[in-house]
């Protein structure tokens, strides 16, 4: 069978076949250039449009990830000229037929870390209905969201997001030619990638890009999406305290990409594990094309953004990820250590002496942590972490927009919850990443046999997710032999939600308890992110 070929603005590309989790096959066409290599004098700026090529590019095989750590193998791999995507399709657009809806993915790893490759990212199971898939690579950790305040140096930060903008506009021009419809694009990521979906919704920079939004594990109101405005830190780990920004601008372009990943590690996590990261979003108030220049929670209330159907959710176990960050050889830190850490506060002071108590209280019946407590462990990181800033960000957006926004909680538990197999946890709840391994053949996906639990809960996220992305509506058909259930937008103070277990079930409720707890620290706290 003869190689499929594609020709786009760029040139002419050569992709591969292959076969999805029901034997039918797809076409492949991986490593795709969306912008110009961000090499010599475009590292850390905003990327540029690609360069076109001669002859034809050899699209079967995976470009090169953007340098980083991957945490699971342990090891530091990648390149600068990683700005590339992948793009998945039944079949190349004919004369008279409809274009497929577009998923676009967007991975997470806290903005330090990750890809779109297959590793973890596999098309297998998604490819199987009538969708085209895109998953891209974006700069990460000090590459991709350094900033500096001198708007001669003309880096104002979130050049990792913008990196994500310059892939959908790659889409609108492109995506015909490979079957995909520019005019239904849904965009869905994971934690980081959440975030991103989110992100892109209030800049003004995403808007006529995207149609709907999925975000999993994420949104922007999350304390860990925060980046550090600035170069404070880094002149500390670079030893350049005192020096202008042009000085450490001159400096950083005369590293190797290795040495400046070893200052990226140096600027650290001040001791305490955590997925907060001194990389992430900056307002950008010097910038003539700013991401955003506003405040996300101001953007959010003015209502003045990209108003799309938006799916979002969160794990029941969210909080299980920072195991990953523990040493198994160590105790877990006393919790009057980590919650200064985790809530931005000064160690012992009254205030946070008040505030440790307060979540004591409520989580750990006034005692010090013990195992006794481990599911409230991961309650509180959950909630605080993740669960709180969904919350508000589903409330904030019901006040202003008239969009369908749909909430769910993940809880099925089987052998694809690949983090929390990895981690080795017995505790019950499904993990931070955990739903990745329902919609992505991953590294660990045993192999499935039919009609089994994980059989039927990729069967069901996959139809959940692409008939959002085909109707706007998960469960457009009322007797669906697959789904059993309507899934209802939420509606005024009753979040109504999906619980995604064994089976599905909508259920009715007013918000939780524990995040009202945080509705209530934040309110009073000056550790309190959500509530800027």
């Given at each position: 069978?003869?190689?499929?070929?594609?020709?786009?603005?760029?040139?002419?590309?050569?992709?591969?076949?292959?076969?999805?989790?029901?034997?039918?096959?797809?076409?492949?066409?991986?490593?795709?250039?969306?912008?110009?290599?961000?090499?010599?004098?475009?590292?850390?700026?905003a990327?540029?449009?690609?360069?076109?090529?001669?002859?034809?590019?050899?699209?079967?095989?995976q470009?090169?990830?953007?340098?980083?750590?991957?945490?699971?193998?342990?090891?530091?791999?990648?390149?600068?000229?990683?700005?590339?995507?992948?793009?998945?399709?039944?079949?190349?657009?004919?004369?008279?037929?409809?274009?497929?809806?577009?998923l676009?993915?967007?991975?997470?790893?806290?903005?330090?870390?990750?890809?779109?490759?297959?590793?973890?990212?596999?098309?297998?199971?998604?490819?199987t209905?009538?969708?085209?898939?895109?998953?891209?690579?974006?700069?990460?950790?000090?590459?991709?969201?350094?900033?500096?305040d001198d708007?001669?140096?003309?880096?104002?930060?979130?050049?990792?997001?913008?990196?994500?903008v310059?892939?959908?506009?790659?889409?609108?021009?492109?995506?015909?030619?490979?079957?995909?419809?520019?005019?239904?694009?849904?965009?869905?990521?994971?934690?980081?990638?959440?975030?991103?979906?989110?992100?892109?919704?209030?800049?003004?920079?995403?808007?006529?890009?995207?149609?709907?939004?999925?975000?999993?594990?994420?949104?922007?109101?999350?304390?860990w999406v925060?980046?550090?405005?600035?170069?404070?830190?880094?002149?500390?780990?670079?030893?350049?305290?005192?020096?202008?920004?042009?000085?450490?601008?001159?400096?950083?372009m005369?590293?190797?990409?290795?040495?400046?990943?070893?200052?990226?590690?140096a600027?650290?996590?001040?001791?305490?594990?955590?997925?907060?990261?001194?990389?992430?979003?900056?307002?950008?108030?010097?910038s003539?094309?700013?991401?955003?220049?506003?405040?996300?929670?101001?953007?959010?209330?003015?209502?003045?953004?990209?108003?799309?159907?938006?799916?979002?959710?969160?794990?029941?176990?969210?909080?299980?990820?920072?195991?990953?960050?523990?040493?198994?050889?160590?105790?877990?830190?006393?919790?009057?250590?980590?919650?200064?850490?985790?809530?931005?506060?000064?160690?012992?002071?009254?205030?946070?002496?008040?505030?440790?108590?307060?979540?004591?209280?409520?989580?750990?019946?006034?005692?010090?942590?013990?195992?006794?407590?481990?599911?409230?462990?991961?309650?509180?990181?959950?909630?605080?972490?993740?669960?709180?800033?969904?919350?508000?960000?589903?409330?904030?957006?019901?006040?202003?927009?008239?969009?369908?926004?749909?909430?769910?909680?993940?809880?099925?538990?089987?052998?694809?919850?690949?983090?929390?197999?990895?981690?080795?946890?017995?505790?019950?709840?499904?993990?931070?990443?955990?739903?990745?391994?329902?919609?992505?053949?991953?590294?660990?996906?045993?192999?499935?046999?039919?009609?089994?639990?994980?059989?039927?809960?990729?069967?069901?996220?996959?139809?959940?997710?692409?008939?959002?992305?085909?109707?706007?509506?998960?469960?457009?058909?009322?007797?669906?032999?697959?789904?059993?259930?309507?899934?209802?937008?939420?509606?005024?103070?009753?979040?109504?939600?999906?619980?995604?277990?064994?089976?599905?079930?909508?259920?009715?409720?007013?918000?939780?308890?524990?995040?009202?707890?945080?509705?209530?620290?934040?309110?009073?706290?000056?550790?309190?992110?959500?509530?800027?």
């Amino acid at each position: 069978m003869s190689k499929p070929e594609v020709t786009i603005d760029q040139g002419t590309l050569q992709g591969s076949t292959s076969t999805d989790r029901h034997g039918g096959s797809f076409l492949k066409f991986q490593g795709i250039p969306y912008a110009k290599p961000p090499l010599g004098e475009l590292r850390f700026k905003a990327p540029v449009p690609p360069e076109k090529w001669t002859g034809v590019l050899d699209a079967t095989k995976q470009g090169d990830v953007c340098y980083a750590e991957d945490p699971l193998k342990k090891e530091v791999s990648g390149s600068e000229n990683c700005l590339v995507l992948n793009v998945y399709t039944k079949k190349l657009p004919q004369d008279g037929k409809e274009l497929s809806p577009v998923l676009f993915w967007i991975h997470g790893g806290g903005f330090v870390f990750g890809s779109g490759n297959e590793d973890l990212y596999g098309p297998e199971f998604l490819i199987t209905e009538d969708v085209v898939l895109v998953t891209i690579n974006y700069r990460l950790g000090l590459l991709g969201f350094v900033s500096f305040d001198d708007p001669s140096l003309d880096i104002p930060g979130n050049a990792g997001l913008k990196d994500q903008v310059m892939a959908l506009k790659w889409v609108q021009k492109n995506i015909d030619k490979f079957g995909g419809d520019p005019n239904n694009v849904t965009i869905f990521g994971e934690s980081a990638g959440g975030a991103s979906v989110h992100l892109l919704m209030l800049s003004p920079m995403g808007k006529g890009l995207f149609h709907k939004g999925i975000a999993h594990s994420g949104c922007v109101l999350n304390p860990w999406v925060d980046g550090t405005k600035g170069t404070a830190l880094l002149a500390k780990a670079m030893d350049l305290v005192g020096s202008d920004e042009t000085t450490i601008y001159n400096t950083l372009m005369q590293k190797s990409v290795d040495e400046i990943y070893e200052i990226q590690k140096a600027i650290g996590d001040e001791g305490i594990p955590s997925i907060r990261r001194p990389f992430g979003l900056v307002v950008e108030t010097n910038s003539k094309e700013p991401f955003l220049d506003k405040e996300p929670m101001e953007v959010m209330r003015s209502g003045n953004f990209h108003p799309v159907p938006l799916i979002i959710g969160y794990t029941s176990s969210e909080g299980m990820i920072f195991e990953f960050h523990r040493d198994p050889n160590q105790d877990m830190l006393p919790i009057e250590d980590v919650i200064p850490w985790f809530y931005h506060c000064e160690v012992g002071t009254p205030k946070t002496r008040t505030l440790v108590d307060k979540i004591k209280n409520f989580y750990f019946e006034g005692e010090d942590y013990s195992d006794k407590f481990l599911s409230k462990k991961y309650d509180l990181f959950s909630d605080s972490q993740f669960v709180h800033g969904i919350y508000v960000t589903v409330r904030s957006h019901l006040a202003v927009l008239s969009t369908p926004i749909y909430l769910y909680q993940m809880s099925v538990e089987t052998s694809l919850n690949f983090l929390k197999k990895y981690l080795k946890i017995e505790a019950p709840g499904a993990c931070h990443c955990d739903d990745v391994g329902y919609l992505f053949k991953t590294f660990a996906t045993p192999e499935i046999q039919p009609g089994t639990t994980e059989d039927v809960s990729i069967r069901r996220f996959v139809k959940l997710w692409t008939n959002f992305a085909k109707f706007g509506n998960p469960t457009p058909e009322k007797n669906d032999g697959l789904l059993k259930v309507e899934w209802k937008p939420v509606t005024g103070d009753n979040f109504d939600f999906l619980d995604i277990g064994q089976e599905l079930s909508f259920n009715s409720s007013c918000i939780p308890e524990r995040v009202l707890f945080w509705e209530k620290i934040y309110s009073e706290s000056p550790a309190g992110q959500a509530s800027k």
